[in-house]
């Protein structure tokens, strides 16, 4: 688990209950207040010149450095700057997202909080998914399973033509690494997905993901050459045909990828484009990770303290899709 300085307490630093949510953000200001103080934890620094001290506050969340005048507030520069839904809405789609096992679709985040679009939902599903990435997270460690795994997408440019019902699936390569724990079950989790399952796309991911001096456990594969020389243990298992099921040699990668399919196919319909994929899977990791966290609302806190360091993304670069 990435492991908090203080760790934040329910009723006090977090609501624990949808009533004490309502209480607690009843008001706009009531959600900037809150804001504020995940924002500037060890008090309010000037974004621009850097100066820690007593800021005077102005109306409509405005805060104005004494120093130098600059104007800041507690949304700029986060995934809420410039937004046009009320905070509140944003609050109350943090709870239902974070709240909801399996997270929801902008169809079922559209219905619930009654928005207006499904473009809005939709963004701010993909807003929060880039605070979903926790910067400089701990890499993983200890036994780690590596493998690649084919991953069934619904291609909505492509809807289900007359002719036959195959042409709308399209097959995308993810690796997969899982941390084994002794003697039995799962730890954390990294995906990402790659355009081969070579040495050049699986080195990259293993370096941004695995500690050195964790011992990684692959097939016989030779993209998994040299790990010992980049400071990891390697043990691999040599597959001889096929009588080695693949969920008895990498039980974790296996069970992974099996929960990361049914996501797919279940909360979000299998719609999910291959240019949009990598958001989705942050989503999903982030939700895995955190699996065992018992209270939704210190999921709801972790995810709000996660927004408001996360840069603004326009809409615009949201909705293009990467080749
Ligand atoms: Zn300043």
Redesign the pocket.
């Known amino acids: 688990m990435d492991t908090p300085v203080k760790a934040p307490f329910g009723g006090t630093d977090f609501p624990t209950t949808w009533v004490q949510f309502l209480d607690w953000f009843h008001s706009e200001q009531a959600c900037r207040d809150y804001l504020e103080k995940l924002r500037w934890a060890n008090g309010l620094t000037?974004?621009?010149?850097?100066?820690i001290s007593q800021v005077e506050r102005m109306s409509r969340g405005r805060l104005i450095?004494?120093?130098?005048?600059?104007q800041a507030t507690a949304t700029a520069g986060t995934i809420f700057d410039k937004t046009r839904t009320e905070l509140r809405v944003w609050f109350a789609a943090i709870w239902y997202i974070t709240s909801q096992k399996h997270g929801v679709s902008a169809l079922g985040l559209q219905r619930v909080l009654g928005l207006g679009s499904y473009e809005t939902a939709w963004a701010m599903l993909h807003r929060l998914r880039r605070a979903m990435v926790v910067p400089d997270r701990e890499l993983l460690h200890g036994k780690v399973e590596v493998d690649e795994t084919y991953l069934a997408l619904t291609d909505r440019q492509n809807p289900i033509s007359a002719v036959g019902r195959k042409s709308n699936t399209t097959k995308v390569l993810v690796v997969i690494a899982v941390e084994m724990l002794h003697p039995k079950g799962f730890g954390r989790i990294r995906i990402r997905q790659i355009n081969r399952g070579d040495y050049e796309n699986l080195m990259p991911f293993i370096r941004a993901s695995v500690r050195p001096g964790a011992v990684i456990h692959s097939d016989g594969s030779p993209s998994y050459k040299n790990l010992e020389d980049s400071g990891y243990g390697h043990r691999r298992t040599v597959y001889f045909g096929s009588d080695t099921p693949a969920h008895e040699s990498m039980p974790g990668v296996h069970r992974v990828a099996s929960l990361l399919q049914r996501w797919i196919m279940g909360t979000h319909h299998g719609a999910v484009q291959p240019g949009q994929l990598d958001y989705y899977l942050d989503e999903f990791v982030f939700r895995f990770n955190r699996r065992t966290s018992r209270s939704r609302g210190l999921l709801f806190y972790r995810l709000l303290q996660q927004a408001v360091i996360t840069k603004p993304v326009t809409y615009g670069r949201i909705v293009e899709v990467p080749k």
Do not use: D, Y
Request: charged share 15%; net charge positive; aromatic share 0%.
């Open positions: 000037c974004p621009k010149c850097g100066l450095c004494p120093a130098c005048r600059h």
